[in-house]
């Protein structure tokens, strides 16, 4: 079985300044990793996700997350954030085979980021 | 396209009533789930479907049941509500592939008084 742990529950953060939301994962087989992430009062968005090849991967606003096995880890960064990265962000993983494209989520992380 | 859509938006229901939650996706995806949202909590699956006329337990199921008896839709059912079951519900679908990320609805917010 898969679990996620996001490290930290709440992430205060002021605008411009760079961030960073950890995410460990523990499984027994090779993984695809997902972020999404949930704007106030909607659904879930992908953000990025890492299935094989380059570890560092980036998304268009700006967000990038490096997966590193060793550490199990796949955090997820942004030099300078703005106002309208505030929202809940969910790392997510994935073990393939016949788990019928189930996710395994974390417990989330809200980021707010103060003006 | 209107991607995955999920009615009602909100619901207030006494304990012991019942209640179904539809969820419509017009992505031809196979795979459709039902998760529950809990602060503190992530999401968590309550059941899945990976193709029309099939279901299958997820991580949460006791106390719903879930029906896909067209490829577009996938039913959450609240047989008995409880207290417990207050929650925001969420709907997603998916292609086939793992790899593809999981399309998401816009919830369903549910108090059980």
């Known amino acids: 079985a898969q679990s996620v742990t996001q490290l930290d529950s709440q992430v205060p953060v002021f605008e411009e300044a760079p961030v960073e939301l950890r995410c460990n994962y523990s499984?027994?087989?090779?993984?695809?990793l997902f972020w999404y992430v949930q704007y106030p009062n909607q659904g879930l968005q992908l953000l990025l996700k890492?299935?094989?090849?380059?570890?560092l991967v980036e998304s268009i606003n700006g967000f990038e997350a490096e997966f590193n096995k060793s550490q199990t880890s796949f955090h997820l960064r942004k030099p300078s954030v703005h106002i309208s990265d505030t929202a809940e962000y969910f790392c997510?993983?994935?073990?393939?085979?016949?788990?019928?494209?189930?996710?395994?989520f974390g417990q989330g992380t809200i980021l707010t980021v103060h003006p | 396209n209107a991607g995955v859509t999920q009615t009602p938006k909100f619901r207030v229901l006494k304990t012991g009533q019942s209640m179904t939650l539809l969820c419509a996706q017009d992505?031809?995806?196979?795979?459709m789930y039902w998760y529950r949202q809990d602060p503190g909590m992530g999401l968590r699956l309550i059941h899945y479907?990976?193709?029309?006329?099939?279901?299958a337990k997820g991580e949460v199921p006791d106390g719903y049941n879930v029906s896909r008896l067209k490829k577009q839709n996938f039913l959450l059912g609240l047989e008995s509500a409880a207290p417990s079951q207050t929650s925001v519900y969420f709907c997603?679908?998916?292609?086939?592939?793992?790899?593809?990320?999981?399309?998401f609805g816009p919830g369903t917010r549910l108090t059980v008084t």
């Open positions: 479907s990976v193709g029309e006329g099939t279901t």
């Open positions: 997603a679908s998916s292609s086939t592939s793992g790899s593809d990320e999981q399309y």
């Open positions: 992505m031809n995806h196979e795979y």
């Open positions: 890492y299935l094989s090849g380059s570890t």
């Open positions: 997510a993983v994935y073990a393939g085979g016949t788990s019928y494209g189930k996710l395994t």
């Open positions: 499984s027994s087989v090779s993984v695809y």
